[in-house]
């Protein structure tokens, strides 16, 4: 697949604060890329020079062929952006902030009409669009946004921490509208995120922590590298099983009954458990998290 | 440009307590002048039956102009606002010239600096009316709308090129309290500029808000005086009107309506193409 973000050398800074230091990425086309990270990583200053709201102070981007700082309002036409805060009008209707912020894209009059019409369907926000903003529920509210940005019909949709502060079932129901824009209209979905679960679900990760690229790839890769998985041993006959382990040199936890093995890679269970084949009660292999690679990569865990 | 005005406007007008906030001054100045200031002015005139009426159009007259004035403050916190909770951001991640939206901004608090002007002339009017006086003839009503629209340019210029120099909502919240409480004196309302010491005369002449109220005075108050000064020496008249701040002078020199008008029009044009010049260099950090 092409690429349609490459972001090289990036850095900025606010006074002595370092907030992205040299980083490089890639996104591909149609991918759902996660830009996974703590609060203060440098998640959204980086999402804020890509979507030309802030200028770097070192490094390029291209965006769709199109260079940052030189081809900005192409930029502008080709992406949509939810940022973090609800960023419409509290007192205005859903529909008419999507009215007047339509007028920015150099619509005519039916334009704007069909645009926002078909914006309000994609989504679904059809039995809240005449209510005023300020009076829809939090869920509502970032489906209101996610139109809003839909507005163009971009290329790219960036989502900036699009479900922090929601309950499970609208984040549920938020991630089903964005799979089905990445699938049905093949738009490159550029999300960033603190949450694991939402970074597993994605085709390419980049982890950046302090201002810095940790790590990257994709989910599957990030758990292969960075956690080790569990093998857990049941013995029939434990007085072997032991004897069998120290012969084999595999160093173990117990607990109770449970022989407990750390491994670096899942298929390293195979050789293990073909070898207890006729020993064995039971066995269970435990897969390392997304959590688990996060703590294996910053070492430190997820900050609220 | 003209729908992002457009915006601006309509988020001001159902924000009531914008309205009403921007309309303090006003309210407090009302509230004064009912209350108090409005009987022990008028006891002392000679012709106590045209003294409402004089008194009356005096004080509509000075409302107007504040009216416009702080209006123009209050409307100016939607920008601070889209500022300070960044919607600025989704406007700058569009295709929208920096320019235009700066001149929506400009535009939409000029339209509801007049359009809140306008509505003060027409209450004060009806007050006028109500409590027994006359309505001014068209030719001074277009005058008066003329005196709205300039002074609502002036207004505008100038609180932009302060507004510059404000960077959060707290900060322009205490210069809009600041401005609300001042006003009233910087424009002789509170008490009528011959009251004052010469320093406080000079501040006041300076003031450009001033020059709007002066020539706001001179047209609201052109029929009350004739009736109500009919028979009283010219000197005296004059002596009234300067002590009332109806005509302004610079030592012996009269300020000519003309005068005034240029003021108005060159303090506008000069604050105006510093807001200009520094919206233009205004860059995103």
């Known amino acids: ?304 | 440009m003209i729908p992002f005005a457009s915006r601006n406007i309509k988020l001001y007008f159902r924000d009531k307590a914008t309205v009403f906030f921007s309309l303090l001054s006003v309210f407090i100045i009302i509230g004064l002048y009912v209350l108090f200031l409005g009987n022990a002015w008028t006891s002392e005139f000679p012709n106590q039956e045209y003294a409402k009426f004089i008194m009356n159009s005096w004080i509509m007259a000075g409302l107007i102009s504040v009216t416009g004035f702080t209006t123009a403050i209050g409307a100016f916190e939607i920008m601070i606002q889209d500022r300070e909770l960044k919607i600025e951001k989704d406007f700058l991640s569009a295709p929208v010239k920096r320019s235009s939206l700066a001149a929506g901004y400009l535009l939409s608090v000029y339209i509801i600096s007049v359009i809140m002007s306008l509505i003060a002339f027409i209450l004060g009017e009806i007050f006028i009316l109500a409590d027994g006086g006359e309505l001014l003839g068209a030719v001074a009503i277009f005058k008066i709308i003329g005196i709205i629209l300039i002074n609502s340019f002036m207004s505008v210029s100038i609180i932009q090129v302060i507004i510059g120099f404000i960077h959060t909502a707290n900060a322009f919240s205490a210069f809009s309290t600041i401005i609300g409480t001042l006003i009233g004196f910087l424009t002789g309302i509170y008490l009528p500029i011959g009251q004052l010491p010469n320093s406080v005369q000079t501040i006041i002449r300076i003031f450009p808000v001033s020059h709007s109220a002066s020539l706001a005075r001179q047209i609201f108050m052109d029929i009350p005086l004739k009736i109500g000064f009919n028979g009283v020496p010219e000197a005296a008249v004059n002596g009234f009107k300067e002590m009332m701040g109806v005509t302004f002078f610079v030592g012996s020199k009269e300020i000519t309506p003309w005068m005034s008008l240029c003021y108005m029009l060159l303090i506008g044009a000069l604050f105006f193409a510093i807001a200009v010049m520094n919206l233009s260099k205004r860059k995103m950090k």
């Open chain 1, 1 to 304: 697949m092409p690429k349609i973000i490459e972001v090289d050398k990036l850095s900025k800074s606010y006074g002595s604060i370092q907030a992205v230091q040299d980083i490089s990425f890639y996104v591909e086309k149609g991918d759902l890329f996660a830009f996974l990270g703590p609060n203060g990583a440098g998640k959204s200053t980086t999402i804020d020079i890509i979507t030309t709201v802030l200028m770097p102070d070192k490094g390029t981007v291209v965006v769709d062929g199109l260079v940052l700082g030189k081809e900005d309002d192409k930029i502008r036409s080709s992406i949509g952006v939810v940022y973090q805060d609800n960023l419409l009008d509290r007192l205005l209707t859903v529909e008419e902030n999507l009215f007047f912020r339509a007028g920015f894209y150099g619509f005519t009059k039916d334009q704007i009409k069909e645009s926002v019409r078909n914006a309000i369907i994609t989504t679904g926000i059809q039995d809240y669009a005449k209510q005023r903003y300020g009076k829809i529920s939090g869920g509502q509210r970032r489906r209101a946004d996610i139109t809003r940005a839909l507005i163009n019909t971009p290329q790219i949709l960036f989502l900036d921490e699009p479900t922090t502060g929601l309950d499970p079932q609208t984040r549920k129901n938020l991630w089903e509208v964005i799979r089905k824009l990445q699938r049905d209209r093949e738009m490159t979905i550029f999300l960033t995120t603190h949450y694991m679960e939402e970074a597993a679900e994605a085709d390419y990760v980049v982890v950046i922590d302090e201002g810095k690229i940790a790590a990257r790839g994709t989910p599957f890769e990030l758990k292969e590298k960075y956690t080790s998985d569990l093998l857990k041993l049941s013995f029939k006959d434990e007085i072997k099983g032991l004897s069998d382990l120290a012969a084999l040199g595999i160093m173990y936890t117990r607990v109770v009954d449970q022989f407990i093995i750390r491994l670096p890679h899942t298929t390293d269970a195979l050789p293990i458990l073909d070898h207890f084949r006729q020993n064995l009660n039971g066995f269970e292999v435990l897969n390392g998290t997304m959590d688990d690679a996060f703590i294996g990569i910053t070492g430190k865990e997820i900050r609220e």
